[in-house]
């Protein structure tokens, strides 16, 4: 076999390493997320209401759940009088579905400004936590909004039936069968105390999976090029 026939193979060999390992990085999981519009309706003490806010869901590993974040890009309902600092606390539900079933109760400080009378009510990042009862794709969507200020009490509910605003691979602890239950997910909108508290928390799980399938990836083009490496060297000692 010639130099130069040699060379091709070996170039060959290199190549199909490294398709094997974009097929292993094509082949990654990952949660996937949406910014979606709810039109809520909104039940407040002078009247009804509507606004539509785009809501993003996002998820963190914490444990052997996940710590959901529920966020408003833009405000919903108003207030005839000014809500003065701290004088208004929002809490919400969101809807699990697909694999797992139940609700979500997500909660967030007050109002850290006041707000002026007539304007729309920008809700803070709610948060809660969420312990999958199931293992497979979870998905999780905006439901009832609900706002306190001065004594009174606001409902906001979504009237567009809006999609899912994120969809999660889970695994159940102690190792939950597949399929949808009515055990469901569970949540605490309480804010988080100790020594966690304000910590940055792992990503979420299918994330965790991309890294960890990107590491076997660059580990096959490695030794795709040390298999190269030898067979040249030994190529090179066998013509001297």
Known sequence: MSYR????????????????????????PAAHADVVDVNYQCKTPIGDKSAVSPIDIRSEKSGSGYRLTMSWQKGVSSSPVELGKGAMSPSAVIKVGGADSGTVTVSGPANAAAIPANTPIKISDLSGTYTPKKTGSVTFTAGVLTIKALGTTTTCTPSNSPGPSLTLDVTAAGGGGNGSGSGGGSGSGEPQSGPESGAELPRTGPEDSAIALGTLGGTVLLTGAAGVLWLTRRHQAARR
């Open 5 to 28: 026939t040699y060379q091709k193979r070996t170039a060959a060999f290199a190549f199909a390493a490294a398709l094997a390992g974009s097929a292993v990085l094509t082949a990654a």
